[in-house]
T-cell receptor, first 115, second 108 residues
Framework: DARVTQTPRHKVTEMGQEVTMRCQPI?????VFWYRQTMMQGLELLAY????????DSGMPKDRFSAEMPDATLATLKIQPSEPRDSAVYFC?????????????FGPGTRLTVL | GQSLEQPSEVTAVEGAIVQINCTYQ??????LSWYQQHDGGAPTFLSY????GLEETGRFSSFLSRSDSYGYLLLQELQMKDSASYFC?????????FGTGTRLQVFP
């Protein structure tokens, strides 16, 4: 049963610390998305990649956030330095190469708390 | 701009039928999707409308009217396990733009 995996599942850190979240997309999927979910803002798209190339990161605060795909099996989202307002659940999702609306499979999320 | 509006909360009893509406102000999208998310869980795909009209998948149906900028998710024979948040999303190029979400509470 193929699924998207994310680590860590939970992260508590102090303001100013670096946070790295990792995602392993479903094998064979070539599109990877990072979302952030909060009660106030809902589900926001931060960035996405196709074939490891960043296509859109307009939803991401550039000064502190960075997203990369060092290889086809790993996507990372880094926050440096972290701030309390970054507290949220961060979801990674992946999709196969065929374009279709039902092609995003979400990981379980990383719940980040910045104190 | 792009925005999708949904009611924040809907309540119903087991066995009932409930409709969750989604109105949008966007253009040039391929279709309208619906996702379900249980508390503490991840969004999971429910349905997709590429064309106007009704799509049925078991107890769930989804409807799209592009001329009215409107869609809805219809849940029939409600069960307690249907208590969750439901999000509509428009599919543009390679990405989804999500609505504000509707929290459905099903009571016995």
């Amino acid at each position: 049963d193929a699924r998207v995996t994310q680590t860590p599942r939970h992260k508590v850190t102090e303001m100013g610390q670096e946070v790295t979240m990792r995602c392993q997309p479903i094998l064979g999927h070539n599109t990877v998305f990072w979302y952030r979910q909060t009660m106030m803002q809902g589900l926001e798209l931060l960035a996405y990649f196709r074939n490891r190339a960043p296509l859109d990161d307009s939803g991401m605060p550039k000064d502190r956030f960075s997203a990369e795909m060092p290889d086809a099996t790993l996507a990372t989202l880094k926050i440096q330095p972290s701030e309390p307002r970054d507290s949220a659940v961060y979801f990674c999702a992946s999709g196969p190469s065929v374009i279709g609306a039902d092609t995003q499979y979400f990981g379980p999320g990383t719940r980040l708390t910045v104190l | 701009g792009q925005s999708l509006e949904q009611p924040s909360e809907v309540t119903a009893v087991e066995g009932a039928i409930v409709q969750i509406n989604c109105t949008y102000q966007t253009s040039g999208f391929y279709g309208l999707s619906w996702y379900q998310q249980h508390d503490g869980g991840a969004p999971t795909f429910l349905s997709y409308n590429a064309l106007d009209g009704l799509e049925e998948t078991g107890r769930f149906s989804s409807f799209l009217s592009r001329s009215d900028s409107y869609g809805y998710l219809l849940l029939q024979e409600l069960q307690m396990k249907d208590s969750a948040s439901y999000f509509c999303a428009v599919y543009r190029t390679d990405k989804l733009i999500f609505g504000t979400g509707t929290r459905l509470q099903v009571f016995p």
